[in-house]
C-alpha cells in the first residue's frame, strides 16, 4: 500500500490569505488527486495533479483559486488562494497505485478561515 | 450528481450485532471501494471490488457488488466499538482512457454501543 502524509495537519488563517498545502507519497503512483470535504459532507474531487502538466479541474473549481503543482510522481501541492469562511473544508490528497487500482487517502488538512 | 448513494445515512447498533450498508451507483463502473473515515480525519482503505467480481471478504468485512441492480453492500460482523465512523462508497467510472477518478456517496455513519 502507499502511505501519504500531508502538512500542515490543520490551520487557521485569515480571509483573503493563501495556504499551500503539501502531499508526499513513499512510493511512485500513477496518479494523483485533491478532493475537499466540507463540514459534514463527503468528497468533492477538485482536481487530478498531473506530473510536469497542468492538472485538470473538475466543474466548479479553477486554476486561480486552487493552483496544483505535481513536479514529480510523489509529491504535489495545492494552494487554496484568496481565502474566505467558505473555503473552510478538509483537504485531501490521494494516490491511485497501479496494478491494484487502489486509491489511497492522506490524512488530510483541516482548514479554518475567519 | 453524485455517482453513489449510501444507505442508510445513518445506522446504530449494539455491540457484537451485524452492520449492513449498501451503496447504489448510476453508471458503469470499473471498481468500487469501500473506505472509512473516522470523526473528520482520513480515510482509511477497506476493499476494492471490480466490476467483474461478486464478493470479496476482508477480516470482519464482506462486500458485494451487483452491477445489474447496480448496488454494492458492506457487511461488518460482529461490529466493536472501534468500528464506529462514517463508511463511504466511491466508484471509478468506466469512461475509458485514463479517467480514474473516484466519485464518493454521502456516506453512513455507523454508531456501535458498547
Known amino acids: 500500500s502507499a502511505v501519504i502524509s500531508q502538512k500542515p495537519s490543520r490551520d487557521i488563517c485569515q480571509r483573503g490569505t493563501s495556504l499551500t498545502i503539501q502531499c508526499q507519497v513513499d512510493?511512485?503512483?500513477?496518479?494523483m488527486f485533491w478532493y475537499r470535504q466540507q463540514p459534514g459532507q463527503s468528497l468533492t474531487l477538485i482536481a487530478t495533479?498531473?506530473?510536469?502538466?497542468?492538472?485538470?479541474?473538475e466543474s466548479g473549481f479553477v486554476i486561480d483559486k486552487f493552483p496544483i503543482s505535481r513536479p514529480n510522481l510523489t509529491f504535489s501541492t495545492l494552494t487554496v488562494s484568496n481565502m474566505s469562511p467558505e473555503d473552510s473544508s478538509i483537504y485531501l490528497c490521494?494516490?491511485?497505485?497501479?496494478?491494484?487500482?487502489?486509491?489511497?487517502f492522506g490524512p488530510g488538512t483541516r482548514l479554518t478561515v475567519l | 450528481s453524485q455517482q453513489g448513494e449510501e444507505d442508510p445515512q445513518a445506522l446504530s447498533i449494539q455491540e457484537g450485532e451485524n452492520a449492513t450498508m449498501n451503496c447504489s451507483y448510476k453508471?458503469?463502473?470499473?471498481?468500487l471501494q469501500w473506505y472509512r473515515q473516522n470523526s473528520g480525519r482520513g480515510l482509511v482503505h477497506l476493499i476494492l471490488?471490480?466490476?467483474?467480481?461478486r464478493e470479496k471478504h476482508s477480516g470482519r468485512l464482506r462486500v458485494t457488488l451487483d452491477t445489474s441492480k447496480k448496488s454494492s453492500s458492506l457487511l461488518i460482523t460482529a461490529s466493536r466499538a472501534a468500528d464506529t465512523a462514517s463508511y463511504f462508497c466511491?466508484?471509478?467510472?468506466?469512461?475509458?482512457?485514463?479517467?480514474?477518478?473516484?466519485?464518493f456517496g454521502k456516506g453512513t455513519l455507523l454508531t456501535v454501543n458498547p
Open positions: 490521494s494516490a491511485r497505485q497501479g496494478g491494484t487500482d487502489t486509491q489511497y
Open positions: 512510493s511512485q503512483v500513477t496518479m
Open positions: 495533479a498531473n506530473q510536469g502538466s497542468e492538472a485538470t479541474y
Open positions: 453508471t458503469s463502473i470499473n471498481n
Open positions: 471490488i471490480r466490476s467483474n467480481e
Open positions: 466511491a466508484t471509478e467510472l468506466n469512461s475509458g482512457g485514463s479517467n480514474y477518478k473516484l466519485t
